[in-house]
């Protein structure tokens, strides 16, 4: 493949160390410094990375950043961890070889990210596909969940992994993903129960009371409050820059995407919150009578809740706090526990409720993201395990984390070197030995099988009799004295007898990394790692699937008085398997480095980078990369960098590349000593070599440039002149024809205009011409009519004057023969002739008057309103005058032909008319109605005979009216009798009397003023017939019964005259009540739409159809 570029393009310092000239500490951390300040945080020592932790995002991790490093060669882009990761992918793609990528460094120097970061990379330039995204994004998000349970804030790390992880990711022949098998490493379970200052628990606790909704956390039984719980540090329980809140909500996301069942997660949920539940119990002490002390649960309630999470009956739970039960050979003895001792035990099962709960969850993923294919997988392993740590304070966890260290730096310096001397071989070169510190002698101290501090610390837990972690250091001092990496004040080693910096508690390792003071105390505690057997059973016990997962030992039918096997020596078989594991894989190595302890960007700490350097062997690795050749290089790529150099190779060579490279060499004239050919590479002993080469190429490639420019611009010069005059000619071309356009254009228009002129001119002549001769005309013709106007006038003058005589003429004659008339008759005209004339004038207009107006009278109606019209204007008075009379006798005639009974019915309607009219709206309609009276016809009717006897009085109106009932507003019908003397109801079937009320009882009448016919008869207070209460009553007749009723009152001189109220809201007694009948328009307009309605105790509501 073509070479483009190289990772010496653009260097900032030395992109790989082994190119460092001259190789110093100093200049390796100079050289580390000036790249991290310019934020290259990858450097090469051939194809390890160090990776310097930025401390802040870094735009190099983007989409197009994958694309860039995608299939290409390691060394040809700037260094990054994408390189080692397309690197390690392809030569498993296309290889076949199984790869692992070693992540080390210690806590806080970016493993974790480093990890995660090659996954990614991985997923990004593999298959796609359904089914495929699906495996990787379970595969990647398996990475959160085991976060939120396995890291923790560290004073050194705010995501500190407590556990060391391994994970294999699987892929097929074309190098998709099947799916993976993560293996997990000692978890640091102490800090379930206890953190050190300025620490944390597990992420997940603060997760799940800071994220979880109120109905989980009721469920759950958890308050919000952090400091409700003994297990939580306060300290720094918020971390800045961590939102535990949001992170829970990922964490539930991922478990979902990973494939936990609903119920699986709230199981898992569960367990957390009985841990923090375990860490409320307390204790108190209880005297017995032998005088020891029991301990005894100070307050039952979080043990009672942790038991109904857990489905254990709280009864086993609490036995189990309160005794200890041991077998041996069938023997059981149940001692009591004191206060300490039940505090241990509450620990203990915290600790291993929650690591069994963390190992579960590590077999649940792996179970989900299984690969599913049964063919041969290929494998590419990362590896992301705690790295080295020095506490003030080392105990068993840091002696562990640190033995595992140890053994990845004995894999590292083994493949490292192993791998060198393999290339060596394989391109035919020949090896020389090279020297490097060998940390297996330390590896030996820690896990020989002998004298191995572990198998010591193994054998002093299962020996009988007291053990205690003094007893253990004896021991130590004893076997291990001599050692030279092992350090303690009681040892026989008298060098250390006077140390005051090792205490007699402690030991201390002289690791590859440093020496480390480990405190003694808690190693034979922790390596036994006991939970008593009473709780596991308890636990067994539990009504709760999971729980009962977690402790199959409790299981009394399996009761295995084996002792299990120690935390250390598991660890150690772990560590062992994974180290076989490793051997078998191609190793890719990162190196992670942590610039500073304050966790910032921008701070390079020398001492600390020092350290590390230092304890990682970097310069020892730098040396054993160089202590053969410095540099190499495939023979294709190094004759496409340097074929410039040789006249021979440039600008092309035609044979094979290896003979390129050694005619370039030859005339190069470098020394034969300093390089080498391999097989398929040439091997460069000293980078000075490869910096003479750079160099040259560098002085060339400005030749070339130079020449590269010239050519160019010559080129450039002559293809613009051409164009130029290309341009010229065209342009020339165009101009001209634009000009004689142009010229042809005036000469046009110039012909256009004289043309126009001469046209005018000639127009303008003619129309003179024809101008004239139209005036000539026109004077013609006003002379002739000038002329024949004065003819005319002339004529009409003298005819005037003609007439004018004849009219005078006549005028005098008349006047003539008149006198002369007059002279002639005046002798026989007498002197009062014209007076009588003037009567007799008059006599005879008034005769003919009265005669015409005998003719045309108007009908003898009073209602005619007819009359003829004055003949004559003087006559006015006499004519109206003449009219009044007329009427007035025609009155006189009409009244007089009335019968005594038509008079009396009359009478009746002008009162009615003086009650009723312009009052209410029914009175129109009645005025053409004759006053009947009785419409029933009472004495006639032999159906009323015995009613008719009743009534002894002569009865003035009979009808049939509706009694209002007086509680609902339904009416019922009567019959209505008014006698002189009083008012009868009558029921209308039977004819028997309802009610007869003396007309003195009656106060006043009651009607609205509407078209309906409702009346109330109010009675007098107090009278006999006011019992009951008024009448309110309704009839098609009423203004006929009001009006006969108000007659009575007038013609009867004893009796008051009867009120009669008209309004649309009055007041009737009902009773004892007083209710108001109100009246409103409403309803249809037609049709009997009068409603009755007793709305309420006080109110009757009548409503009337609205009249038009
Ligand atoms: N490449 C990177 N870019 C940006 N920030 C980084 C990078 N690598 C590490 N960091 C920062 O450093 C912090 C610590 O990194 P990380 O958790 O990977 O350390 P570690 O080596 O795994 O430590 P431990 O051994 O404690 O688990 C990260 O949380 C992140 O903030
Ligand atoms: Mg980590």
């Known amino acids: 493949m073509e070479v483009k570029t190289s990772l010496l393009d653009n260097m900032i310092g030395v992109g790989d160390m082994v190119l460092l000239e001259p190789l110093s500490e ?32 870094l735009p190099i991790y983007t989409p197009d950043k994958v694309e860039e490093y995608r299939n290409r060669n390691f060394y040809e882009l700037s260094p990054h961890i994408y390189a080692l990761a397309d690197e390690a992918y392809r030569s498993l793609r296309d290889q076949d070889k199984d790869q692992c990528i070693l992540i080390t460094g210690e806590s806080g120097a970016g493993k974790t990210e480093a990890s995660k970061l090659v996954m990614s990379y991985v997923a990004a330039v593999c298959g796609k596909g359904q089914e495929v995204n699906k495996v990787k994004e379970q595969l990647l998000q398996s990475n959160p969940v085991l976060e939120a349970f396995g890291n923790a804030k560290t004073v050194r790390n705010d995501n500190s992994s407590r556990f060391g992880k391994y994970m294999d990711i699987e892929f097929d022949f074309k190098g998709d993903p099947l799916g993976g098998v993560i293996s997990n490493y000692l978890l640091e379970k102490s800090r379930v129960v206890k953190q050190p200052r300025g620490e944390r628990n597990f992420h997940i606790f603060y997760q799940l009371l800071s994220g979880a909704s109120d109905d989980t956390l009721k469920q759950l039984k958890l308050d919000r409050d952090f400091s409700k719980y003994n297990y939580l540090s306060l300290d720094s329980a918020v971390v800045n820059g961590l939102d535990d809140a949001a992170n829970f909500r990922t964490v539930r996301n991922a478990m979902q995407i990973v494939g936990f069942m609903e119920d699986e997660v709230q199981s898992v949920l569960e367990l957390v919150a009985a841990v923090l539940k375990l860490g409320n119990i307390e204790f108190k002490p209880e ?51 004191n206060v300490s001792q039940a505090y241990y035990a509450r620990d203990a099962l915290a600790k291993n409720l929650y690591s069994r709960l963390f190992t579960w969850l590590v077999s649940r993923i792996n179970e989900s993201i299984k690969a599913q294919a049964k063919t041969r997988h290929k494998v590419m392993g990362v590896l992301d395990i705690y790295g080295f740590e020095i506490f003030e304070d080392n105990s068993f966890e840091q002696f562990i984390i640190n033995y595992c260290n140890e053994k990845l730096q ?33 590896c030996d101290l820690i896990e020989n099988n002998q004298n191995g501090i572990l198998a010591m610390l193994d054998e002093e837990c299962l020996r009988p009799g007291t053990v205690t972690d003094e007893t253990f250091l004896d021991k130590l001092n004893t076997i291990c004295a001599e050692h030279q990496h092992f350090e303690s004040r009681l040892s026989k080693n008298s060098k250390f007898l006077t140390d005051h910096s090792l205490p007699h508690n402690c030991f201390r390792i002289q690791h590859y990394a440093g020496k480390v003071l480990y405190r003694v105390e808690g190693f034979v505690d922790k390596n036994n790692d006991l939970l008593y057997r009473d709780l596991s059973q308890a636990m067994y016990k539990a009504n709760h699937s999971l729980i009962k997962q977690l402790f199959p030992e409790g299981n009394p039918a399996k009761v295995n008085l084996k002792r299990p096997l120690t935390a250390g020596s598991q660890f150690k078989t772990s560590v062992g398997t994974l180290m076989k594991n490793l051997q078998t894989k191609n190793p890719n190595y990162i190196r992670c480095i942590k610039p500073n302890d304050k966790k910032a960007s921008h701070i390079f700490t020398d001492s600390l980078v020092r350290h590390q350097v230092r304890y990682l062997g970097l310069m020892e690795n730098v040396r054993v990369r160089r202590a053969g050749y410095a540099f190499r290089q495939a023979y294709e790529p190094c004759l496409e960098r340097y074929k410039m150099l040789c006249k021979k190779t440039w600008p092309h060579w035609r044979g094979p590349a290896r003979e390129g490279v050694e005619v370039l060499m030859a005339d190069l004239q470098v020394p034969a000593e300093e390089f080498s050919y391999g097989r398929s590479k040439i091997f460069i002993r000293n980078p000075r070599t490869l910096f003479f080469l750079e160099e040259r190429r560098r002085q060339c490639l400005q030749d070339l440039a130079t020449l590269i420019q010239k050519i160019y611009r010559g080129w450039k010069c002559r293809s613009q002149f051409l164009l130029l005059k290309q341009s010229q000619i065209v342009v020339a071309a165009w101009y001209r024809r634009f000009a004689q356009q142009k010229k042809y254009q005036n000469i046009k228009s110039a012909t256009t205009v004289v043309q126009s002129y001469t046209r005018g001119w000639q127009a303008r002549k003619l129309l003179r011409e024809l101008k004239y001769q139209k005036r000539c005309e026109e004077a013609v013709t006003t002379i002739a009519a000038f002329w024949h106007g004065t003819q005319a006038r002339r004529e009409l003058r003298r005819l005037k004057e003609e007439a004018r005589r004849k009219h005078a003429v006549a005028v005098i004659w008349a006047y003539w023969q008149g006198l002369k008339v007059r002279r002639e008759y005046r002798k026989f005209f007498r002197a009062n002739a014209g007076k009588k004339i003037y009567d007799f004038t008059i006599q005879r207009i008034m005769q003919k008057y009265f005669l015409g107006l005998k003719t045309t009278l108007p009908s003898m109606s009073p209602i005619d309103k007819n009359w003829p019209a004055r003949p004559y204007r003087f006559l006015d008075g006499v004519h109206t005058e003449l009219r009044r009379i007329f009427h007035l006798w025609r009155c006189k005639k009409y009244r007089g032909q009335f019968t005594e009974e038509r008079k009396a019915v009359y009478e009746e309607k002008l009162e009615a008319s003086e009650i009723f009219k312009d009052k209410k709206a029914l009175y129109p309609s009645s005025v053409s109605q004759p006053f009947k009276g009785d419409y029933l016809e009472i004495s006639k009717n032999p159906k009323y005979q015995k009613l008719n006897s009743a009534v002894d009085e002569k009865v003035l109106l009979a009808d049939v009216v509706n009694k209002i009932n007086r509680a609902n507003g339904k009416g019922t019908a009567r019959i209505f009798l008014l006698t002189k003397k009083s008012v009868v109801l009558a029921d209308q079937k039977t004819g028997q009397v309802k009610a007869s009320v003396p007309l003195p009882d009656v106060a006043s009448v009651s009607v609205s003023t509407q078209s309906d016919g409702f009346f109330a008869l109010k009675l007098k207070e107090g009278s006999a017939s006011a019992v009951k209460g008024d009448f309110l009553l309704s009839s098609e007749h009423l203004i006929e019964i009001i009006t006969k009723l108000h007659r009575i009152g007038v013609t009867a001189a004893d009796r008051e005259q009867l009120n009669i109220d008209i309004s649309d809201e009055f007041l009737v007694q009902f009773k004892q009540d007083k209710v108001c009948v109100k009246f409103i328009q409403g309803g249809p307009k037609n049709g009997s739409g009068v409603s009755c309605k007793r709305k309420n105790n006080r109110l009757l509501e009548v409503s009337v159809p609205t009249t038009a």
């Open 287 to 337: 005297s017995r009578c032998n005088g020891t002390d029991e301990s005894r649960i100070k307050d039952k309630n979080d043990l009672k809740e942790m038991c109904e999470l857990l489905g254990i009956e709280q009864s086993v739970l609490e036995r189990a706090f309160s005794y200890r039960t041991v077998e041996a050979k069938m023997e059981k003895v149940s001692t009591t526990l």
């Open 26 to 57: 100093d200049s390796f951390l100079d050289n580390l410094r000036k790249r991290f300040d310019h934020n290259e945080i990858y450097t090469y020592i051939g194809s390890v990375v160090i990776s310097m932790n930025p401390y802040r995002s």
């Open 410 to 442: 004995q894999i590292f310096i083994e493949l490292t070197l192993r791998e060198e001397q393999e290339e060596y071989v394989r391109e035919g070169i020949e090896w020389t030995n090279i020297e490097y510190f060998n940390n297996a002698i330390i």
